[in-house]
Antibody
């Protein structure tokens, strides 16, 4: 059974930093691209960042470019999101999602999602 | 890239069919058949229902179907059931990945 479990969320002041983690199990982690998708309270979904199977290719939404860094450790079956210079508008539930479409021939979809970890940016 | 446009809410009675639209532009929805649809119950993670326009993942009921016309993709749910009540989001995987604002489906 595919499982994605996020952790690392919390309350942080504007300008602060936080590192999110996503522990993956139930599939061969280094066969897949991965993404982070966030959801502000009561709002819709927003793709944040994605990474290919070996970390050699990454992408970011314009809203977080230059502030967030995605990475992965295939030996630990883990995905990370380093968030710096946090703003109030970054407050959201952050989901990690399996993203096979990052591979050129992969189906274009987010096929499994974690429950998310809540990040609150507030003074 | 702007979010895709979805109706805020739709409703239907058990057994009926409903359709949720997702409107983009000729640069995203119109150019590629790469729209996916996600169902999200309150407090739960999103669940993939349709990908690449009309493909259904294993385990998803055949009551769910997807289609596209021009710059608008659609999700149709037939034989509406109480458990279908949820939020539904479309997503275009063309270039930058962009989601719609979500549609709340109410089963009357």
């Amino acid at each position: 059974e595919v499982q994605l479990v996020e952790s690392g969320g919390g309350v942080v002041r504007p300008g602060g930093s936080l590192r999110l983690s996503c522990a993956a199990s139930g599939f061969t982690f280094d066969d897949y691209g991965m993404s982070w998708v966030r959801q502000a309270p009561g709002k819709g979904l927003e793709w944040v960042s994605g990474i290919n199977w070996n970390g050699g290719s990454t992408g970011y939404a314009d809203s977080v470019k230059g502030r967030f860094t995605i990475s992965r450790d295939n030996a630990k079956n883990s995905l990370y999101l380093q968030m710096n210079s946090l703003r109030a508008e970054d407050t959201a539930l952050y989901h990690c999602a399996r993203d096979p479409g990052i591979a050129v021939a992969g189906p274009k979809m987010f096929d499994y999602w974690g429950q998310g970890t809540l990040v609150t940016v507030s003074s | 890239q702007s979010a895709l446009t979805q109706p805020a809410s739709v409703s239907g009675s058990p057994g009926q069919s409903i359709t949720i639209s997702c409107t983009g532009t000729s640069s995203d929805v119109g150019s590629y058949n790469l729209v996916s649809w996600y169902q999200q119950h309150p407090g739960k993670a999103p669940k993939l229902m349709i990908y690449e326009g009309s493909k259904r993942p294993s385990g998803v009921s055949n009551r769910f179907s997807g289609s596209k016309s021009g710059n608008t993709a659609s999700l149709t749910i037939s034989g509406l059931q109480a458990e279908d009540e949820a939020d539904y989001y479309c997503c275009s995987y063309a270039g930058s990945k962009v989601f719609g604002g979500g549609t709340k489906l109410t089963v009357l």
